[in-house]
């Protein structure tokens, strides 16, 4: 059991990566607060699901371009002081949504520029972060202290949304917009006390011409271009999320709660893999990992399809409020999909950190932010589209497939992904 368990050799080795991993679970959850309760603060002043779907409008597009721009600003400069300055900033933005709760200032336009200049701060100081990490703990515990991270994500995903519909039916939204000003400036401590961290190697001031050089870096390295390439076809093909509230209302039944269960299920699994990803540790062909747990997302997305399709058919009716039986295999095949995801990223972010020279490492952690935030977006929209003539069922089938195929034709074409080995990273 032990070596099924997460290696926290990370966490004792380094003292540097214990107080950023700590800091960061704290925020992580205290994030998710802000954004399930600004989420629902501008339905409550608004009536109108349009106007929390807009919301990702307003984040979306600055952390796209602060996530690129960020990026070639981490490669130039000392990244302790990016991480640290890109931080407060991100405390100031949520104090002042904490304040506009206290004041009562009740305005939708100021929560989407608040949102907008915190998705900002937040494009460069992911990408920050992520290119410390590689500085703080040797090579060999990349996979370790990816899977740690899966672990706190996991559990943010799991428990912020779940806290904050709590804590807004019962404190309101000033007191829980505050619990993320406090759960953050532990964060903000723990990058306080990093050593200085300037970038190795030669620097040139951040501008356009950096950002396109690390694309032009990216364009030659066709192993870490595939780590891009795979996970956009994985989150625009087999992406379920926008299916689930159909699936919840009519298809399965039960309403709000099956689709808290399905999106838990999810979060549970990635949770799942950072606490058993002790065997992680000890794979070398990452490339070949991250191609099979793609194909397993894709099979899990298919699964969870399959299971929607056979609930349609049922002569058993979906019944509002009502949960069906049919959760329990839905949600199964749920948290299959966020094992696999998980291992993908875990694999994923380790290639790019190790393959990467550490004068490039921020701004392609930045492509990474941007893929990452951006994929499931596509997703979203591709699969909304094709439920309305497919159905909630067979789309999440036909993308879960075609995830599969599109994956294993690529590699056929890239045949060199599946021979990457760690012991000798080959961008």
């Given at each position: 059991?032990?070596?099924?368990?997460?290696?926290?050799?990370?966490?004792?080795?380094?003292?540097?990566?214990?107080?950023?991993?700590?800091?960061?679970?704290?925020?992580?959850?205290?994030?998710?607060?802000?954004?399930?309760?600004?989420?629902?603060?501008?339905?409550?002043?608004?009536?109108?699901?349009?106007?929390?779907?807009?919301?990702?409008?307003?984040?979306?597009?600055?952390?796209?371009?602060?996530?690129?721009?960020?990026?070639?600003?981490?490669?130039?400069?000392?990244?302790?002081?990016?991480?640290?300055?890109?931080?407060?900033?991100?405390?100031?933005?949520?104090?002042?949504?904490?304040?506009?709760?206290?004041?009562?200032?009740?305005?939708?336009?100021?929560?989407?520029?608040?949102?907008?200049?915190?998705?900002?701060?937040?494009?460069?100081?992911?990408?920050?972060?992520?290119?410390?990490?590689?500085?703080?703990?040797?090579?060999?515990?990349?996979?370790?202290?990816?899977?740690?991270?899966m672990i706190t994500f996991g559990l943010a995903f799991t428990i912020g949304p779940l806290l904050a519909g709590v804590l807004v039916a019962q404190v309101g939204y000033a007191w829980t917009y505050t619990v993320d000003v406090v759960t953050f400036t532990f964060a903000l401590w723990a990058v306080y006390r990093l050593p200085p961290l300037p970038p190795e190697g030669p620097t040139r001031?951040?501008?356009?011409?950096?950002?396109?050089?690390?694309?032009?870096?990216?364009?030659?390295?066709?192993?870490?271009?595939?780590?891009?390439?795979?996970?956009?076809?994985?989150?625009?093909?087999?992406?379920?999320?926008?299916?689930?509230?159909?699936?919840?209302?009519?298809?399965?039944?039960?309403?709000?709660?099956?689709?808290?269960?399905?999106?838990?299920?999810?979060?549970?699994?990635?949770?799942?893999?950072?606490?058993?990803?002790?065997?992680?540790?000890?794979?070398?062909?990452?490339?070949?990992?991250?191609?099979?747990?793609?194909?397993?997302?894709?099979?899990?997305?298919?699964?969870?399809?399959?299971?929607?399709?056979?609930?349609?058919?049922?002569?058993?009716?979906?019944v509002e409020g009502d949960l069906s039986p049919w959760v329990l295999p839905a949600a199964a095949c749920l948290i299959l999909a966020g094992i696999a995801d998980s291992i993908s990223s875990v694999f994923r972010n380790t290639i790019l950190q190790s393959a990467t020279p550490d004068a490039m490492r921020g701004r392609l952690q930045g492509v990474f932010i941007v893929v990452v935030a951006?994929?499931?977006?596509?997703?979203?929209?591709?699969?909304?589209?094709?439920?309305?003539?497919?159905?909630?069922?067979?789309?999440?089938?036909?993308?879960?497939?075609?995830?599969?195929?599109?994956?294993?034709?690529?590699?056929?074409?890239?045949?060199?992904?599946?021979?990457?080995?760690?012991?000798?990273?080959?961008?």
């Amino acid at each position: 059991m032990p070596r099924l368990l997460a290696d926290i050799t990370p966490l004792k080795e380094s003292p540097a990566f214990r107080r950023l991993y700590l800091g960061t679970a704290l925020s992580a959850i205290g994030t998710q607060l802000t954004i399930v309760a600004v989420s629902l603060q501008i339905y409550a002043l608004t009536q109108s699901t349009l106007s929390v779907g807009l919301l990702s409008l307003f984040a979306l597009v600055p952390l796209v371009v602060a996530g690129l721009y960020g990026g070639a600003i981490a490669d130039a400069l000392d990244r302790r002081k990016v991480a640290l300055w890109s931080g407060v900033a991100l405390w100031g933005t949520t104090t002042a949504i904490a304040l506009q709760a206290w004041l009562g200032v009740d305005s939708v336009g100021l929560l989407y520029a608040l949102i907008a200049v915190q998705s900002g701060a937040a494009g460069i100081n992911q990408p920050t972060r992520s290119s410390i990490i590689p500085r703080l703990v040797r090579p060999a515990l990349l996979p370790a202290a990816n899977a740690l991270s899966m672990i706190t994500f996991g559990l943010a995903f799991t428990i912020g949304p779940l806290l904050a519909g709590v804590l807004v039916a019962q404190v309101g939204y000033a007191w829980t917009y505050t619990v993320d000003v406090v759960t953050f400036t532990f964060a903000l401590w723990a990058v306080y006390r990093l050593p200085p961290l300037p970038p190795e190697g030669p620097t040139r001031r951040a501008g356009l011409a950096t950002v396109l050089e690390g694309f032009r870096f990216l364009g030659t390295r066709p192993n870490i271009r595939m780590t891009f390439i795979l996970d956009l076809i994985a989150m625009i093909t087999a992406q379920p999320r926008a299916l689930l509230p159909a699936v919840g209302a009519v298809l399965i039944g039960g309403g709000e709660l099956t689709v808290g269960i399905l999106l838990a299920s999810g979060a549970f699994g990635s949770v799942l893999a950072g606490l058993f990803s002790g065997p992680l540790g000890h794979i070398h062909r990452q490339g070949q990992a991250v191609i099979w747990s793609i194909v397993g997302w894709g099979a899990s997305v298919a699964g969870f399809g399959a299971v929607v399709v056979m609930a349609g058919s049922s002569s058993l009716p979906a019944v509002e409020g009502d949960l069906s039986p049919w959760v329990l295999p839905a949600a199964a095949c749920l948290i299959l999909a966020g094992i696999a995801d998980s291992i993908s990223s875990v694999f994923r972010n380790t290639i790019l950190q190790s393959a990467t020279p550490d004068a490039m490492r921020g701004r392609l952690q930045g492509v990474f932010i941007v893929v990452v935030a951006g994929g499931p977006r596509l997703g979203d929209m591709v699969a909304g589209g094709q439920a309305a003539w497919l159905g909630e069922g067979w789309t999440a089938v036909v993308g879960g497939l075609a995830c599969i195929v599109l994956v294993l034709a690529l590699v056929r074409w890239q045949p060199g992904f599946s021979r990457y080995d760690s012991r000798q990273p080959e961008p």
